[in-house]
């Protein structure tokens, strides 16, 4: 089949629901209702003559043909990044979108030089789109392995092959306990024993428990992907976990969360620019890439 404009921005759309899980949850990303979202994924399936994906009761799943043509949207949708960004700089200019996969709450972390950045390439030119992806770390790398971001932003205890890592800076956590919380207003000679039946939040961090090595009760209830429903946890004063500093800064200074013994309770993770190690990156990838190197700096 030729494919047209109309074809590509279906496809983008298919992604986009893919990439979100079913419909619904792609009404956000989009800014479109589900019923366009149905019609439009609907009329893909026409333009190809196959079914893509089973939806309904019992949720969205992929049918194998699905798969295919997602992996192939993502190969021709970068194909087409690119040739617009090779043009582009064939004219000296920077065109084209900046996809970025970036880990939650930096933007609470005065050290993030995110939005420079991204002012910075701005003002280089006024042909770039910017998407953003926040997402749980593991995702940050597999996005920037798999082409769907430019460049990742996040933490990694045991790196993948093909991505380079160029730390930023270091992210102090701590571990911290709510109001409400037998820890929040104890003896200092309770701690040690309040400590070893308190139930402790398994979070996306825990690959760092060795890093940490804090000697803590992980057989819990508890169970959070991301630095908010770490936050939520911890405000029910039920349960103990581990928090940016920076993050957990908003709550502590209004006297709703606690560090416990920082001093022994504590570890520091870089915070790390994700890039392909490819030779080919495009103009707007190595602009990118430069600007947040140069804002952290």
Partial sequence: MQVHDVDLR???IFVAIVESGGLSAAESRLNIGRSTISSHLSDLEVRLGIKLCKRGRSGFELTES???????????????????STVASSKNELSGRVTIAIIDTLVSDPRSGVAHAI???KNKSKNIQFDLNVCEAREVETSVVNGRSLVGIGVSRHHLRGLNYTPLYNETNYLYCGVGHPLFDCAPEAVTKLLSNAEVITSNYMRDKELRNDG??????????????IAHLILSGKFIGYLPEHYAAHWADKGLFSAIKPAQYSYQIPVMLITTKTD?????????????????Q
């Avoid at 803590?216 to 429903?229: F, K, P, R, T, V």
């Avoid at 080919?280 to 140069?294: G, W």
């Fill in 280 to 296: 080919t990156a495009s103009p707007l990838a190595k602009a990118i890439i430069n600007e947040i190197k140069r804002s952290h």
């Fill in 10 to 12: 279906l496809l983008r």
């Fill in 66 to 84: 699905g798969r295919i043509t997602y992996q192939a949207s993502l190969e021709l949708l970068q194909q087409c990044e690119a040739f617009t």
């Fill in 216 to 229: 803590l009760n992980y057989q819990n209830s508890a169970i959070a992907y991301h630095d908010e429903g």
């Fill in 119 to 121: 002012a910075a390439l």
